[in-house]
């Protein structure tokens, strides 16, 4: 996944997903739009999220997502939608 840099939206909502986030994704700084909502993936919010500066876009609701924003996503000053609902955030 972090190969893909000039990748600038990435749409798997409602796929069936499990797993972990991909750290990786950190990679995609040119990624404006991320939508990962209503699947089963688990665990934190993975701190190298924080690079994807471009992004405009997160929906990672209805997931079983937990612990803590990471600071790091204060970098993220292109943010203005961000969708956590249905996780234990």
Do not use: C, H, K
């Not at 000039?6 to 499990?18: A, E, F, I, P, V």
């Not at 665990?43 to 990672?60: A, H, I, K």
């Amino acid at each position: 996944w972090g190969q893909m840099t000039s990748l600038n939206q990435l749409d798997y909502g409602s796929n069936n997903l499990s797993g972990r986030l991909p750290s990786s994704f950190g990679q995609m700084t040119d990624l404006e739009l991320l939508y990962l909502f209503s699947n089963e993936l688990t665990g934190p919010l993975p701190v190298e999220w924080g690079r994807m500066t471009s992004l405009t876009e997160l929906d990672l609701s209805s997931n079983n997502l937990r612990g803590r924003l990471p600071s790091s996503y204060g970098q993220m000053t292109a943010l203005e939608i961000v969708s956590l609902f249905s996780n234990q955030l």
